[in-house]
Structures are given as structure tokens and as C-alpha cells.
């Protein structure tokens, strides 16, 4: 009889295996000047998350998120144009943000949680620490806000000052809406 119990237990167990989830994401960032906010939005590529289940649950997810750096639009082209010469667009046209993290750092049973992302930005990696917040998972498909800032300097994004005295401020904060879709 307890090998029985043994038996099924071990049968019962259910294995490791991997799924490609799709993904989506809706970005805005923002920052300050001497005269005035500014911030603009863009779409991240569209990519594919590596989530390892167990038991029908996502225990880890790894994914690269890539952002066209051209693409970003603040909605003033002038700026939009000091934007992409500062950001080096021409030699390093994408941004990179990765995650490999355990899924319940991502679905903490109480938000906001904290996710490690590796950004590399002007082909410089960095590590920043982003907010997650807004979780749900409805059937096959997990939602979130991940929110995290960017210091332009650690970056190695110089901004000239316009005029000597209008100066951009160095932190610019992310807010990503983001949509892992079971396939």
C-alpha cells in the first residue's frame, strides 16, 4: 500500500516543461527640463516570453523586449530630432530591456513587486530595478505595469543645454503596459 502512495505521488508530480507566451508593449517615459515636463511614447517590438510551467502554473518567465530608439515620439519633432542625435539612434538603434526572473516576483500576491531588468542602452548594459504593479491573469493571458527610471548620465546620454540656461534633467522615468498571451 505506501509503495502504492509512493507511486502516485511521484506520478502526480507534475514535470517542468516549457511555453512561448507572445508579448506586447505600450511604453511612455517622461522628464523634466529648466522650463517645462515633457515625456512621449512608443511601442515596443513585438516579442516572445519562455515561461517554464508546472502544474498547468508559470513558475519563470525570460524575455527580451527590444525598442526601435527612432521610433520614440514626443510629439515635437525638433525635440524628437535632439532626442535621436543624443541617443546615438544611427549607431545604436535599439534598446534592449531583458528579464529572467521566477514568476512570482512578477505575480507577488501583493503588489507592487520588484523585477531586476537588464536595459542596455547605447550598447551599454545597465541593471535597474522595475515596479510592477496592476497584475492579472485572466484565462491565457497575464497583464502588468512595469514602471522603472533611467538616469541619462549613467546611460551615457549627453543633452547639450539650449541656449546655456535650459537644461534637461537626468532622470527620465519608463512606464511599460505590458501583455504576455499564452500561445
Known sequence: MKIFLC???LFSISPLHA????GTAQITFGG?????????KVAAEAFKADVTMSGGQPQRVKAEVTVKAANMDTAE???????????QVD?????VGKIDAKFSEIAAASTPTKLPIEL??????QNVSGTISNWKLNGKKASFDLDFPVSMKASGISVPAVLLIIRVGDGVQVHASVTLTQN
Open 32 to 40: 523634466t527640463s529648466t522650463l517645462h515636463a515633457w515625456g512621449g
Open 77 to 87: 519633432p525638433k525635440r524628437d530630432a535632439n532626442m535621436r542625435k543624443a541617443m
Open 7 to 9: 507511486l502516485s505521488l
Open 19 to 22: 511555453e512561448t507566451w507572445s
Open 120 to 125: 542596455n542602452l547605447l550598447g551599454k548594459p
Open 91 to 95: 549607431a545604436h538603434p535599439l534598446i
